[in-house]
């Protein structure tokens, strides 16, 4: 089976301000952010990206939605390539992060409809598929309260609503369920398994390594940009948990540097 997204080799840097090398107490101008970092994902799986923060996996994601372009390598979704063909793949892609806030002074459903005109979805595909999510995350009673005047929770289900709109077939989640409630982290996580059993391709970026066990198939572990292994679930645990594993690829990294 072809994967509907590879990674080849990718690179970013970003440039080191004179104040973050005083605060770091480092004079490199350049930080690695991500370096000649590779998977790839298929359709019908859940594949997790596992790493501390700073580990590169917001950068990677970014990369992957078009936000940010590859200095090194290229990434394929659907076909496409990020450098060429953005506007495409921002069709078949939904990327969720806490990073991208929704702005506050309008309502969910002024919002979601917003979205789905900036995708062109036709009407009636759009009243039908905004009728599900919002049912679907518990939206429905707060569709007209402004985003400012929501909890934390149902702004990140609203999030999530919204990315969904164009109904697409790659998703991409950074931190899904960072900083939710229990109940809410629940919806969460069942909606990644029902896109699961879709035949959706997800990617799931998290430092909860009880979230990756739970939902993804593979898990790919970044370590200071780079991924130091990828697995399926079973074989990258072998009776060990993922905590543990994690750690001691930490260890050795960490003492390969020192």
């Given at each position: ?19 973050q090398q005083v605060i770091n107490r480092n004079k490199e101008k ?229």
């Amino acid at each position: 089976m072809e994967p509907i997204l590879q990674v080849n080799h990718i690179r970013k840097t970003f440039s080191i301000s004179k104040k973050q090398q005083v605060i770091n107490r480092n004079k490199e101008k350049l930080k690695v952010a991500v370096d000649d970092l590779s998977f790839n994902a298929y359709d019908g799986e859940i594949y997790g990206l596992l790493g501390s923060n700073g580990a590169g996996k917001t950068t990677t994601l970014r990369m992957i939605a078009t936000l940010i372009t590859p200095e090194q390598g290229n990434i394929t979704i659907c076909g496409w390539d990020v450098k060429k063909d953005a506007n495409e793949i921002r069709k078949c892609v939904g990327f969720l992060t806490s990073e991208l806030k929704l702005e506050e002074f309008f309502t969910p459903s002024y919002l979601y409809d917003f979205y789905s005109d900036l995708h062109q979805i036709p009407k009636e595909t759009q009243i039908i598929r905004k009728e599900f999510l919002f049912n679907k995350f518990g939206i429905r009673k707060f569709e007209e309260v402004k985003v400012g005047e929501l909890s934390t929770g149902m702004r990140q289900k609203a999030s999530l609503a919204i990315s969904m709109a164009h109904d697409p077939h790659v998703i991409v989640f950074d931190e899904p369920t960072n900083g939710l409630d229990v109940l809410t982290a629940k919806v969460v996580t069942d909606f990644l398994l029902d896109l699961k059993k879709q035949g959706k391709c997800i990617i799931v970026s998290t430092h909860i390594f009880s979230l990756i066990e739970k939902v993804c198939d593979r898990v790919g572990i970044i370590i200071d940009g780079r991924m130091v292994r990828d697995l399926p679930m079973i074989e990258m645990c072998q009776n060990k948990s993922l905590e543990d594993v994690f750690f001691e690829l930490y260890a050795s990294k960490v003492g390969e540097v020192e």
